[in-house]
């Protein structure tokens, strides 16, 4: 009988996620894994191993997701550890998206993984046991990338509800964790996993030398290595008190300190004002 976990990943297609089912799969895991595309799932993954069961998914339809959900729970009769990874880089700056290329990047980032996180909480709360690790990126953490802003605002929102969600799923036995990823070798900068603004301004020149930078110079150069991340991951759903927040790879350690240092540092400078409002 296998007592190993059953985990149930979005995204799985591609980068972190594809990379994390395949370990998960080798080290004997049963896993779920979702896309919008069911053939290039099972592409990618290539296992016709019972404890795999590909789902075609849409985050963003909240119906799609509780079926696929029920389906994991009717196969392998539980699930232990949700990873919600599904997600796409946004390019542009605030002024140069429109309404709905930057509603789009929320629907997918944000409100995919609450409906996900709205339709297993029931398993979990019931089985008083499990695991969710929401995805988020170092851009997460400091916004500071000229033309990445909607996609960092995506991945500060995932940072906010997992610390509300780590504090009310507390009493039930589940935990909950955020993971910051740095730079990984992963398709993550080509494709359709990172997106252009429709209408660039040329006056905006700090934004379009980052753009160029990561489609040019970053890609095929980020020195996280995915298969350690994945290993990472499993080490953090073992754990009996994982934390909230993980920062992972060391370019993205560097980055959290350089942030948390940068901010106290300004906190502290305008303490006076800060304090001068109390009666």
């Known amino acids: 009988m296998n007592t190993k976990k059953v985990w149930f990943v979005t995204g799985a297609s ?26 290039e799932l099972k592409t990618a993954v290539n296992s016709e191993s019972e404890s795999f069961l590909p ?18 729970v009717e196969y392998f009769g539980k699930i232990d550890v949700v990873v919600n990874n599904a997600g796409y880089g946004q390019l542009g700056t605030l002024e140069e998206l429109t309404d709905d290329e930057s509603r789009k990047n929320f629907d997918t980032n944000v409100f995919g993984s609450l409906n996900v996180i ?27 990338f000229a033309g990445w802003g909607v996609y960092c605002a995506t991945k500060f929102a995932v940072v906010g509800f997992t610390e509300a969600l780590a504090a009310e799923i507390k009493e039930f036995g589940v935990n909950a964790t955020v993971v910051y990823p740095g730079y990984f070798r992963t398709d993550f900068l080509t ?18 030398q980052l753009q160029v930078a990561h489609e040019d110079e970053i890609n095929g150069n980020q020195p996280g290595d995915p298969e350690k991340a994945a290993l990472a991951m499993i080490e953090l759903a073992e754990m009996e008190n994982p934390p909230v927040h993980l920062v992972l790879g060391s ?20 303490k006076t004002l800060s304090t001068s409002t109390d009666y």
Not at 20 to 25: E, F, S, T
Not at 255 to 265: E, R
């Open 14 to 39: 591609k980068g972190l996620g594809l990379t994390l089912v395949k370990r998960l799969l080798n080290e004997g895991y049963s896993v779920a894994a979702t896309s919008r595309n069911l053939s």
């Open 55 to 72: 789902l075609e998914m849409d985050l963003i339809n909240e119906k799609n997701v509780a079926e696929a959900i029920q389906k994991t």
């Open 118 to 144: 709205r339709k297993i909480m029931p398993h979990l709360r019931a089985q008083k046991s499990g695991s969710i690790i929401n995805i988020a990126s170092i851009g997460g953490l400091t916004g500071e």
């Open 251 to 270: 370019d993205a350690f560097g980055i959290a300190g350089n942030k948390l240092n940068a901010l106290q540092s300004e906190i502290s400078d305008f």
């Open 191 to 208: 494709g359709g996993s990172l997106r252009t603004p429709e209408t660039e301004i040329t006056d905006y020149t700090t934004a379009r």
